[in-house]
């Protein structure tokens, strides 16, 4: 913490979702699983595809391409879910791929642009230039908050 | 500091229980049920309270437990009747007295006010009778010091001054030894502990132990190895020497022993010796009563019952008489009189739901394993059959006894409630009172906790509104007291808590008009009265057109259904004019484990409560009858009943096939019939209830989840939200996710 410019002070986890990176900070992040037969569930908004046996608890599983308007994530062998926790809340995001743990500083991470999707931008809290261009990191509870927002 | 707060947590568990046990004592008195010692565990209950909150110095609480006690005091010594009166004032003292605790608990403060009338009218009680405290006597003395109860829990030995007075001498007592003790300092540093030698002999039976501490120096000549102290006991026993002798078998040669016949009678400490005492905190707190007094310490065993008392003359003669009563209460009496509580664990709630957890987990392995080897096509009579059939038994035995540790009888929610109903009947002016039937009942903890609210309000309404005034009762010829029926009971896997008033009914005239002003039905619409009944559960029913101190009827009664939906109960209500209404709650017996009927619907595995399945149907075509555009009727014996596709209900996609569908003939809380469609019933199993609130929320129609033997995860259907047709469109009106429209347009 002593020298602020060579020291990195927050990871996130970055992964590949309707052809696009996005990264979540490595806190929320429980761990990575493959992908596995889920439960549909009613009345769901489509980017929840259902709920998956988490060792005993039921979790729902969010397509993070369908969440950001990117169209529904193809069928892949490839295909993670990251397990991730926010309060008491854990879910699961369907990825295409888990890329990298980044190691960044707190001060390289820029405040969204100013988009136009309001909704994106809502659950998009900031992005990190990466070698192959840029992140974006997740507000983990926007995306999964997005289902209330509808409800209401 | 941790250990400190841990012991502080405690004293509030404690308290919680005393507060119960008073609760408990004083229904007793109040229903002129009680005896000697029903008085008395009231005394002590306050009495413990007192103890442990001087320990924290909770001097508030203390004075206020003190005078209290001492009302139970003069109660107990028949100083002062048991009137009405006073019966009020110590069931309102009682309450003030759990809100203190309260208080101290969150560290707030009290209110000194209400307070001090708590306290004028306990003292109205005492009345003519000796101004309290006597003169001279322990409760001269500041509450806070005068309090004596210094339990030291040495494990079985149970450290006291002994017993005097109420140990008469008896003559069937068996023979006894008198043992000489005298330790070499060998003893202690070979690392033996008198104590622990005597815990054994107490074990043979009432052990009584002198201390002669009369060969210690002076601090000079102090040496920290040596050994000065040496015991007097005695012991009634029937068992033979040489069982006393291989107790000091470890120690002899370490110590002066001398083991001869206990001397019939003979007061063995008649002549004290100079003893400065070994417990300073037993010595400031005797100061006054036990000058001269040899430190006599009894030890009985926990076994021995009834304890051969040993008669110690020059005790009782050294105690002035002014102390006894305050000694009869002390705490460390309690575990041995009226035969003690059953022995209790306290286990970390956590732990309990880890190990829940663990058992669900293990009824899923178990389903698991039997489908694999259902799969497997053996012969019936294979011996790996049998196997897996002992090991689903064993493993629901396992649950049931997992489960069996969560469940709590309903006795201290409903001793909560009488307090409810005092304050109720005193804010409007009413006399009720409250009658609990089946209070042994075991629900689920979280059950009970998470009913605490609803039922409290349900009590206020039922006294508020339910119950006619005073007057009115008369006029109606009816006793002027109203009663609350407060009812638990086991039936059919549900457990059904019901609050009863035998007031005037619902006014249903008065409640539909209400309804029609609020817009919540038309005026026109035509109410059966169950249904005129259910309008008070509406949301947006509640008004504050009637003023009151309590509530009005209706307010938050939708609370209250939310309350008791969220546990997976029912709240139902029924009325008759003149003779009151009633609320039936129905809530499942367990939030854990469920017995299912596996079922397929649009190609989905789903679960729906066996309990509400009546029958399974496969129509013919003639049972089928069209009902305008789309919906459909089955006849069945007679009757014809709506029939719900739960596909469609569940926004699933439509089967298109031609065969007749199979239904499932399901029964409501309220009575009503319907015939659910679906694809195909697989089999009945108890199944492991697994929350969907917590990582995402509630679906219409869906009441939780649970895991399959395959691990796949099968919904379970709500049956009473598929059935009520009207509600359930409304609620997915107000609920439904409109195509996603949010994500839509990025």
Avoid at chain 1, 30 to 46: D, M, N
Avoid at chain 2, 641 to 669: K, N, Y
Wanted: aromatic share 4%.
């Amino acid at each position: 913490m002593s020298d602020p410019d060579t020291r990195s002070d927050a990871e996130f986890v970055t992964f590949q979702a309707g052809g696009q990176s996005f990264s979540l900070d490595i806190t929320h992040v429980r761990e990575i699983r493959r992908w596995s037969a889920v439960t549909p569930l009613p009345h769901a908004p489509k980017e929840v595809l259902g709920v998956m046996n988490l060792r005993g608890s039921v979790i729902p599983i969010y397509d993070l391409s369908a969440r950001f308007g990117l169209g529904p994530t193809a069928e892949n062998p490839r295909n993670v879910v990251v397990v991730a926790m926010i309060e008491n809340q854990t879910v699961g995001l369907l990825v295409e791929a888990v890329s990298e743990i980044l190691s960044v500083q707190r001060s390289q991470i820029q405040d969204t642009p100013d988009i136009r999707s309001e909704s994106t931008k809502q659950s998009i809290t900031g992005v990190i230039p990466i070698e192959e261009g840029m992140t974006r990191v997740i507000d983990l509870a926007a995306v999964i908050q997005s289902r209330g927002r509808q409800a209401a | 500091m941790a250990s400190m707060n841990s012991i502080r947590d405690t004293f509030f568990e404690e308290c919680e229980e005393l507060l119960e046990a008073l609760a408990e004592g004083l229904q007793l008195m109040e229903a002129g049920e009680h005896d000697g010692e029903t008085v008395n565990a009231v005394f002590r209950a306050v009495h413990s309270i007192k103890g442990g909150a001087g320990a924290f110095a909770l001097n508030a609480l203390v004075a206020f437990a003190h005078r209290f006690e001492t009302v139970l005091d003069a109660l107990r010594s028949d100083k002062i009747a048991l009137t009405p009166e006073v019966m009020h004032v110590l069931l309102r003292s009682a309450d003030h007295l759990a809100d203190q605790v309260e208080s101290a608990r969150e560290e707030r403060e009290v209110d000194a006010e209400a307070t001090a009338g708590f306290l004028t009218n306990l003292d109205a009680c005492l009345g003519e009778i000796e101004a309290p405290p006597a003169p001279g006597s322990a409760e001269d003395e500041d509450p806070c010091f005068g309090f004596a109860a210094v339990s030291l829990d040495f494990g079985p030995i149970e450290v006291e001054p002994a017993p005097v007075a109420e140990a008469p001498p008896d003559p069937a007592a068996p023979p006894g030894y008198q043992i000489r003790f005298t330790p070499q300092p060998a003893l202690y540093a070979n690392g033996h502990d008198p104590a622990l030698i005597f815990a054994s002999l107490a074990d043979l039976g009432a052990l009584q132990v002198t201390l002669d501490a009369s060969a210690l120096p002076d601090w000079d000549g102090f040496d920290p190895a040596g050994s000065y102290l040496s015991w007097t006991l005695r012991l009634a026993t029937a068992e033979p020497e040489t069982v006393l002798h291989e107790i000091f078998e470890f120690v002899e040669g370490l110590c002066t022993l001398e083991i001869g016949p206990a001397p019939a009678e003979t007061p063995m400490d008649s002549a004290p010796p100079e003893a400065p005492p070994a417990d300073s905190a037993a010595a400031s707190e005797h100061a006054n009563d036990h000058t001269g007094d040899p430190q006599a310490y009894s030890m009985v065993s926990p076994g021995a019952e009834p304890p051969p008392a040993l008669p110690d003359p020059a005790e009782a003669q050294a105690l002035p008489a002014g102390a006894k009563p305050r000694r009869d209460a002390r705490p460390a009496e309690d575990d041995g009189a009226s035969g003690g509580p059953k022995p209790t664990l306290r286990v970390d709630l956590e732990r309990v739901d880890r190990l829940i957890n663990a058992v669900g987990e293990l009824i899923i392995n178990q389903a698991m394993i039997e489908q694999s080897i259902l799969d497997l096509s053996l012969p019936t009579d294979a011996e790996v059959i049998t196997h897996v059939e002992d090991y689903r038994l064993l493993a629901r035995d396992i649950q049931e006894a997992v489960m069996a540790i969560r469940a709590q009888p309903v006795k201290p929610l409903f001793q909560r409630m009488s307090r409810i109903v005092r304050e109720a009947a005193e804010a409007t002016g009413k006399s009720a009172r409250l009658v609990t039937v089946g209070e042994a009942t075991e629900v689920d903890k979280t059950v009970i906790e998470r009913l605490a609210d609803p039922l409290t309000h349900m009590i206020r309404n039922a006294v508020d509104h339910g119950l006619e005034s005073r007057e009115a009762r008369l006029a109606a010829g009816k006793d002027p007291e109203g009663t609350i029926r407060l009812q638990a009971a086991h039936r059919s896997g549900s457990v059904f808590i019901t609050v009863r008033d035998d007031g005037a009914g619902l006014n249903r005239a008065r409640i539909r008009d209400k309804a029609v002003s609020k817009g919540l039905i038309p005026a026109e619409a035509e109410l059966t009265d169950a249904e005129i009944d259910n309008l008070l559960f509406m949301p947006g029913f509640s008004t504050a057109e009637r003023i009151s101190n309590l509530s009005g009827r209706g307010v938050g009664l939708d609370v209250v259904k939310n309350a008791v939906t969220a546990l997976g109960g029912r709240v139902a209500i029924t009325s008759q004019p003149g003779e009151g209404t009633e609320f039936i709650i129905s809530l499942p017996l367990t939030l854990a484990v469920m017995d299912g009927m596996v079922i397929s619907v649009a190609g989905q595995t789903m679960v729906i409560p066996i309990a509400s399945v009546i029958e399974t149907i496969r129509p013919g075509p003639g049972d089928l009858h069209d009902m305008g555009t789309s919906e459909k009727l089955l006849s069945i014996r007679g009757r014809f009943l709506p029939m719900i596709d739960v596909a469609q209900c569940l926004g699933f996609p439509l089967r298109d096939s031609d065969e007749a569908p199979l239904l499932l003939l399901v029964e409501t809380e309220s009575q009503t019939q319907c015939a659910l469609i679906v694809d195909a019933v697989h089999d009945q199993r108890q199944v492991v209830i697994k929350g969907l609130e917590s990582n995402y929320g509630s679906i219409p129609g869906v009441s939780a989840a649970t895991v399959l033997g395959d691990g796949q995860i099968a919904l379970i259907l709500d049956s009473e939200a598929l059935t009520s047709n009207r509600s359930f469109t409304g609620h997915m009106q107000g609920r439904s996710f409109p195509s996603s429209a949010g994500v839509a347009h990025v």
